[in-house]
């Protein structure tokens, strides 16, 4: 049966400190609604996708990120726009977890995205990749809404989201998603 409580893994796409992605994911943290908690779960450990070393056994960081993924009842992501798609070191963490194709930890997952770049794009082109890759490990994506953000650097300031309304923005999500994610484990459950 569903739980009233739900967990959800934030992962930001980006390994800067100051990441306006990760701020994003941490707005999210202190800022979730009742009846929703969220853990970030950082990428600077997981090393670049190699089948050789897979075929060895996942390496320690990557076995957290399944098991942390597993444990979860689902997923937010926060990704940068690099060059018009998401950050390489979101696709390479989605990459590692996708295995083995089609029954990975992410098939039947929940997840919602986020994003946010220092430019006027909001992230539309990696959010909609996003949407678009996550389709490809069979994860439960909400396709809509995704929120994205331009010019992070006016609500964003070393790492901490100041804006009031873009922190409303990231509590709206949130609710939308936890309302996904319930309808997501009543269906799982009905089954
Ligand atoms: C290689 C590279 C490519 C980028 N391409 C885009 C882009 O296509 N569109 C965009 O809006 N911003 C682009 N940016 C700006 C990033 O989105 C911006 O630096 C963002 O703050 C990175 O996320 P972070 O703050 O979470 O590290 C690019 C930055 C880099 C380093």
Same mark, same amino acid.
Do not use: C
């Given at each position: 049966?569903?739980?009233? #409580?739900?967990?959800?893994?934030?992962?930001?796409?980006?390994?800067?400190?100051?990441?306006?992605?990760?701020?994003?994911? #941490?707005? !999210?943290? /202190?800022?979730?609604?009742?009846?929703?908690?969220?853990?970030?779960? %950082?990428? *600077? /450990?997981?090393? %670049?996708?190699?089948?050789? =070393?897979?075929? $060895?056994?996942?390496?320690?960081? =990557?076995?957290? +990120?399944?098991?942390?993924?597993? &444990?979860? /009842?689902?997923?937010?992501?926060?990704?940068?726009?690099?060059?018009?798609?998401?950050?390489? =070191?979101?696709?390479?963490?989605? /990459?590692?977890?996708?295995?083995?194709?089609?029954?990975?930890?992410?098939?039947?997952?929940?997840?919602?995205?986020?994003?946010?770049?220092?430019?006027?794009?909001?992230?539309?082109?990696?959010?909609?990749?996003?949407?678009? +890759?996550?389709?490809?490990?069979?994860?439960? =994506?909400? !396709?809509?809404?995704?929120?994205?953000?331009?010019?992070?650097?006016?609500?964003?300031?070393?790492? $901490?989201? *100041?804006? &009031?309304?873009?922190? #409303? $923005?990231?509590?709206?999500?949130?609710?939308?998603?936890?309302?996904?994610?319930?309808? *997501?484990?009543?269906?799982?459950?009905?089954?």
């Amino acid at each position: 049966m569903p739980s009233s #409580q739900i967990t959800l893994l934030g992962i930001p796409g980006s390994l800067r400190e100051h990441s306006f992605n990760r701020a994003l994911i #941490q707005a !999210a943290v /202190d800022n979730a609604p009742e009846g929703v908690a969220i853990e970030m779960f %950082l990428l *600077h /450990d997981v090393p %670049l996708y190699n089948a050789d =070393v897979e075929a $060895q056994g996942d390496p320690a960081p =990557v076995a957290r +990120l399944k098991r942390a993924i597993v &444990e979860a /009842d689902g997923l937010l992501l926060a990704t940068p726009q690099y060059n018009g798609s998401v950050s390489g =070191v979101l696709k390479n963490a989605l /990459d590692w977890a996708s295995r083995p194709a089609f029954e990975s930890v992410l098939a039947g997952k929940p997840a919602a995205i986020m994003g946010a770049t220092t430019g006027r794009s909001a992230t539309a082109k990696a959010r909609e990749d996003l949407v678009r +890759l996550l389709g490809l490990t069979r994860s439960n =994506v909400m !396709a809509t809404p995704t929120l994205g953000f331009a010019n992070a650097g006016e609500a964003i300031d070393e790492g $901490q989201l *100041h804006a &009031e309304d873009v922190k #409303q $923005q990231i509590r709206e999500l949130l609710s939308e998603f936890a309302v996904f994610v319930r309808g *997501h484990q009543l269906a799982e459950a009905a089954d």
